[in-house]
């Protein structure tokens, strides 16, 4: 059985913890208008990155798309790029009706999950619908000593129902942004109690067991994955290929290249290009990068690469046939959006502020 508070202590619970954020509230940009456009960017960025970096993406993003209507008539390749680094990447051409609350109580709009619709219309809008993340499941473990995984039921559950039962009617703004502010600032990981305002009520706390809580799942095992990318270069452009629009990393561009399975590294990227149309032959190994993702570890192997007879981009481009490629200055590919792991790769050979630059690359 969880802790069920009585309802004189659930007031004192959500007084004390209102009050505490009325004096403890950081200045967020998107705390000025409380828009539902601006509280649904910061919601999504903000589940893809920590907040000082947020914060960085947020005002980068609203500088140059400041309302919806922006978003909707700026090219796919623009949005990408200015949303590159955030890991998961928004729907485009949302319109503005799907902003009007009506339209989000159906929470079946397109690009927008139950979490991001509820924090629009609890935080935008003020309806008495309750905001949950890993914040406020970190608060209530503890408030209510939850013994079992917090996302996993009857837990997950019940921290709804009690959420939504300490809900102040007309007061979801700031009690949703207040429980996920403590849950940031003070009953982080490492819990400081002393500076919480709901400590003599935390059952947890009580009991000594704080640092227990939340009771963590048992994690899968990492998936390690290895890859393998060609760097090649023609008439001082680099060639890059554009992933399919569904998918990890939809419609964006990197250096081709494929999974690693059975065979060397080598071997694969060579097979894997000839399968393509063209052959190459290997110049040089230009180094790994790592990459997390999900539950994998990515391990992607760059080579550089030179077509094996010399051919010009207009006869690899028809060797390529249908393949969605591109060839790019490559002093332009900060310009184009990239899977981290590539844009890492890209940056150390062709951002002009470091070196090596391109006509150092191993010939």
């Given at each position: ?25 950081r200045p967020l940009p998107w705390r000025q208008h409380y828009t539902p456009y601006e509280v649904w960017i910061s919601e999504v960025m ?153 400590a003599r009520w935390c059952v947890a706390h009580s009991l000594g067991l704080e640092k227990e809580r939340p009771v963590a799942e048992a ?145």
């Amino acid at each position: 059985m969880f802790q069920v508070f009585p309802q004189r202590d659930a007031v004192a619970v959500t007084d004390a913890l209102l009050g505490w954020f009325s004096l403890h509230k950081r200045p967020l940009p998107w705390r000025q208008h409380y828009t539902p456009y601006e509280v649904w960017i910061s919601e999504v960025m903000l589940q893809q990155t920590q907040m000082e970096r947020g914060v960085t993406y947020f005002q980068r993003w609203m500088k140059r798309f400041p309302h919806v209507r922006a978003v909707a008539e700026a090219t796919e390749e623009e949005i990408l790029r200015y949303w590159e680094g955030l890991g998961y990447y928004p729907c485009h051409g949302i319109a503005d009706a799907s902003f009007r609350r009506g339209v989000l109580h159906d929470k079946r709009v397109p690009g927008l999950g139950e979490y991001t619709v509820a924090a629009i219309l609890g935080i935008a809008y003020g309806q008495d619908i309750v905001t949950i993340d890993a914040n406020v499941e970190r608060v209530f473990s503890r408030l209510l000593n939850i013994d079992t995984p917090v996302r996993k039921k009857p837990a997950s559950s019940f921290i709804r129902q009690e959420a939504l039962r300490f809900l102040p009617k007309g007061q979801a703004r700031n009690y949703n942004q207040a429980l996920m502010e403590l849950g940031a600032l003070v009953c982080g990981k490492s819990p400081r109690c002393s500076n919480c305002p709901l400590a003599r009520w935390c059952v947890a706390h009580s009991l000594g067991l704080e640092k227990e809580r939340p009771v963590a799942e048992a994690r899968g095992s990492i998936i390690p994955v290895t890859s393998v990318h060609a760097v090649l270069l023609c008439e001082k452009q680099v060639l890059l290929f554009q992933r399919p629009s569904s998918g990890l990393w939809g419609n964006m561009w990197e250096f081709p290249g494929t999974v690693v399975k059975d065979l060397s590294e080598r071997e694969t990227l060579l097979r894997y290009l000839e399968h393509l149309g063209i052959s190459v032959d290997i110049i040089a190994p230009l180094g790994h990068v790592q990459h997390g993702y999900t539950n994998h570890k990515l391990t992607a192997h760059f080579f550089r690469v030179a077509t094996e007879p010399p051919l010009d981009m207009k006869e690899i481009s028809l060797r390529l046939g249908s393949a969605p490629h591109r060839f790019l200055p490559w002093t332009e590919t900060g310009t184009v959006a990239m899977p981290a792991h590539h844009r890492k790769m890209a940056d150390r050979y062709f951002l002009k502020k470091r070196r090596p630059r391109a006509e150092q690359l191993p010939l």
